[in-house]
């Protein structure tokens, strides 16, 4: 297992940009792929991003493709996700995962088995 705290979450306006930090400890981290999620009131939790343990390979969902950026540091334990372009439509709880050590990236939540408390992003019109 892995502890997950995601930081960086807040109110901007539409256009904007925001940066969510993810500081992981537990199992190690480096061999890890990581994955953003979100979840939007009354909506199931939906891929976002993911990357892989080395950080060479990444995916985006299609509605963030060309505006958000997943990338990590494994010497700092963290995956970020850069937000740019803020749609009101980008409002939600966004969460990091974790998946086993040595895998493949998936958008399939299921896949991941470690998760943080979320941080809220709220995008205004």
């Known amino acids: 297992q892995v502890q997950l705290v995601e930081s960086g979450g807040g109110l901007v306006q539409a256009g904007g940009s925001l940066r969510l930090s993810c500081a992981a400890s537990?199992?190690?981290?480096?061999?890890?792929?990581m994955g953003w999620f979100r979840q939007a009131p009354e909506k199931e939790r939906a891929f976002v991003a993911a990357?892989?343990?080395?950080?060479?390979?990444?995916n985006y969902a299609d509605s963030v493709k060309g505006r958000f950026t997943i990338s990590r540091d494994n010497a700092k334990n963290t995956v970020y996700l850069q937000m740019n372009n803020l749609e009101p439509e980008d409002t939600a709880v966004y969460y990091c995962a974790s998946k086993q050590r040595f895998t493949a990236i998936s958008p399939d939540r299921n896949a991941y088995d470690s998760w943080g408390q979320g941080t809220q992003v709220t995008v205004s019109s």
């Open positions: 537990g199992r190690a981290f480096s061999t890890s792929p």
């Open positions: 990357i892989g343990w080395r950080g060479s390979t990444t």
